[in-house]
């Protein structure tokens, strides 16, 4: 048996968009709280792992062209960079 639907059910409550503007606001009121200050040990933390990624790839390129390996230098830098790029751009977006 088909439901039976009347009006409105059907369509949505569109006359909330339709009040006049004087009846009441849109915004009632907002809450601004400061921001969280930049933590100066994570800094450093995250600024001596960047100095680590760089010496590894270094490393990993000195020992690529160095050694015959059946890989490239990539396969190795790149995921190590994206999870820092990741961990960085975690640290500096969070609320």
Do not use: C, S
Not at 17 to 22: A, G, H, I, V
Not at 43 to 67: P, S, T
Not at 77 to 89: E, K, Q, R, V, Y
């Amino acid at each position: 048996m088909k439901p039976h639907y009347t009006h409105h059910q059907m369509f949505a409550n569109t006359t909330r968009f339709n009040r006049d503007p004087e009846d009441a606001p849109l915004v009632e009121e907002v809450h601004v709280t400061k921001p969280v200050p930049a933590n100066p040990r994570v800094e450093r933390f995250i600024l001596i792992g960047w100095i680590l990624i760089a010496i590894k790839h270094v490393l990993v390129i000195w020992a690529v062209q160095r050694y015959p390996v059946p890989f490239h230098q990539l396969w190795i830098n790149f995921p190590t960079f994206l999870l820092g790029l990741m961990a960085t751009w975690a640290y500096y977006t969070h609320e």
